[in-house]
């Protein structure tokens, strides 16, 4: 069975830090890709971060440094530790996996909002 569910996301105010953590199923929490992606209001959806099954990372440019994507392998899930937040890291983040190595996630959760104000 294939499941994700974030939480986690709430009302910040800039500079301050949230942590959001994704459950996924065991199948899931197996796949080789696991990500977080956001989407802003009039945006497109953009990759955050993702981890793959040998830990190794990726981080978009405008979050390095302030946000840590890890995977909590007690609990099965992958967790997104955002510091330093900005008015513009506002956004639906989603949590999404796929078992491919390469091309588009497959599998996602239902999101949550995340808002920093000024």
């Known amino acids: 069975q294939v499941h994700l569910a974030e939480s986690g996301g709430g009302l910040v105010q800039a500079g301050g830090s949230l942590r959001l953590s994704c459950a996924l199923s065991d199948r899931t929490f197996s796949m080789k890709r696991r990500a977080w992606f956001r989407q802003a209001p009039g945006k497109e959806r953009e990759l955050v971060t993702s981890?793959?099954?040998?830990?190794?990372?990726y981080y978009t440019d405008s979050v390095k440094g302030r946000f840590t994507i890890s995977i909590d392998n007690a609990k099965r899930t992958v967790d997104l530790q955002m510091n330093s937040l900005k008015p513009e890291d506002t956004a639906i983040y989603y949590c999404a996996a796929d078992p491919a190595v390469i091309g588009d996630y497959d599998y996602w959760g239902q999101g949550t909002q995340v808002t920093v104000s000024s």
């Open positions: 981890i793959n099954l040998s830990g190794r990372t």
